[in-house]
């Protein structure tokens, strides 16, 4: 979850918010340490400390601390078990912190080291505060009693989806609030919606500029409008020999004539190993643009965890 920028426009929008941070945990418990929520004063927030009773009541500390005005830390040690009704039985240390006014140079150097990528902070708990020092480099602490080592941004697993067709959009919003950056081409004029979601970034060129330009190991999802494209694209990604999936949306009866005429580029034994055509996870059958979206989306999160890139698909049932 985006911490710092997030913090920083809701001090410029809202004057204030809190943060709720899973400092150190025991046993079995929802979400490990460096899981965190912001939370506006109204109560709204974005993230999660893992759900339940708990949650529910790191909320309303996270409000009271915002009403009170109060700057100091508030350090909560809960148990997982009787006193909360909740079955995970482990044990929570908590730190919720108010950000206001008085904080903005402060957060605004932390947001924008976080949108130059993943740092980590030494966090020192100082007069009732926390205060934090980006450092270079240092071992994953976070649990650790003050000063302790703390995480902040995500590389995040890239997506590359060429075609922006009714299944091409529906699959951008599904993948909208998981843990990816999607990079989304097409070259047709007008192809793209008015407004995308903030992990896309929308790619211009020609398609083969645009793999050139993904990182190694990005999962590629082709589905353009036109077959001969799909060719292009996908034959150009299979050739790079750097790319975590090929996928193809598509039947079977497409993989196999894709193939074929891989083949004959010499690129049959490659496709034929790495080439995921259809796409999508098996045993769903509806052909709506937003039902293969979701399957799509939950094998690209499959997909990333495991990072199998000879597995071959079990059968899928998508096609264009």
């Given at each position: 979850?985006?911490?710092?920028?997030?913090?920083?426009?809701?001090?410029?929008?809202?004057?204030?918010?809190?943060?709720?941070?899973?400092?150190?945990?025991?046993?079995?418990?929802?979400?490990?340490?460096?899981?965190?929520?912001?939370?506006?004063?109204?109560?709204?927030?974005?993230?999660?400390?893992?759900?339940?009773?708990?949650?529910?009541?790191?909320?309303?500390?996270?409000?009271?601390?915002?009403?009170?005005?109060?700057?100091?830390?508030?350090?909560?040690?809960?148990?997982?078990?009787?006193?909360?009704?909740?079955?995970?039985?482990?044990?929570?240390?908590?730190?919720?912190?108010?950000?206001?006014?008085?904080?903005?140079?402060?957060?605004?150097?932390?947001?924008?080291?976080?949108?130059?990528?993943?740092?980590?902070?030494?966090?020192?708990?100082?007069?009732?505060?926390?205060?934090?020092?980006?450092?270079?480099?240092?071992?994953?602490?976070?649990?650790?009693?003050?000063?302790?080592?703390?995480?902040?941004?995500?590389?995040?697993?890239?997506?590359?989806?060429?075609?922006?067709?009714?299944?091409?959009?529906?699959?951008?919003?599904?993948?909208?609030?998981?843990?990816?950056?999607?990079?989304?081409?097409?070259?047709?004029?007008?192809?793209?919606?008015?407004?995308?979601?903030?992990?896309?970034?929308?790619?211009?060129?020609?398609?083969?500029?645009?793999?050139?330009?993904?990182?190694?190991?990005?999962?590629?999802?082709?589905?353009?409008?036109?077959?001969?494209?799909?060719?292009?694209?996908?034959?150009?990604?299979?050739?790079?020999?750097?790319?975590?999936?090929?996928?193809?949306?598509?039947?079977?009866?497409?993989?196999?004539?894709?193939?074929?005429?891989?083949?004959?580029?010499?690129?049959?034994?490659?496709?034929?190993?790495?080439?995921?055509?259809?796409?999508?996870l098996p045993g769903l059958a509806g052909k709506e643009p937003a039902v293969i979206a979701a399957s799509v989306a939950a094998e690209c999160l499959i997909l990333a965890q495991s990072r199998t890139i000879?597995?071959?698909?079990?059968?899928?049932?998508?096609?264009?």
């Open positions: 979850m985006e911490v710092w920028p997030r913090i920083a426009s809701l001090i410029a929008t809202d004057g204030a918010c809190a943060l709720v941070s899973v400092m150190a945990t025991r046993g079995s418990v929802p979400r490990g340490p460096g899981a965190r929520m912001i939370v506006r004063p109204d109560g709204a927030f974005y993230g999660t400390i893992g759900g339940g009773t708990l949650e529910w009541q790191a909320l309303a500390k996270a409000q009271a601390l915002l009403e009170r005005r109060d700057d100091a830390v508030l350090l909560l040690d809960q148990p997982l078990g009787p006193a909360l009704g909740q079955c995970c039985g482990g044990h929570v240390t908590l730190a919720v912190e108010r950000f206001g006014a008085g904080d903005r140079d402060a957060v605004i150097r932390l947001a924008e080291a976080e949108k130059a990528g993943p740092f980590r902070t030494r966090t020192t708990l100082r007069g009732g505060r926390f205060e934090r020092e980006m450092i270079e480099s240092a071992p994953a602490t976070a649990g650790e009693a003050p000063p302790f080592v703390e995480a902040f941004g995500e590389s995040l697993p890239v997506v590359a989806l060429f075609g922006a067709g009714h299944v091409g959009k529906a699959l951008v919003l599904a993948l909208a609030p998981l843990p990816f950056r999607v990079f989304w081409h097409d070259g047709r004029p007008g192809a793209f919606p008015a407004a995308v979601p903030a992990n896309a970034s929308l790619v211009a060129g020609p398609p083969e500029a645009a793999l050139a330009a993904l990182p190694d190991g990005a999962q590629i999802l082709v589905m353009t409008h036109s077959h001969a494209l799909d060719l292009a694209v996908v034959t150009a990604a299979l050739a790079a020999g750097r790319f975590a999936h090929v996928g193809l949306i598509g039947s079977a009866t497409k993989r196999a004539r894709f193939i074929r005429q891989l083949g004959a580029l010499g690129l049959g034994e490659v496709a034929a190993a790495r080439l995921r055509c259809p796409i999508g000879n597995a071959k698909p079990a059968h899928r049932r998508h096609s264009a």
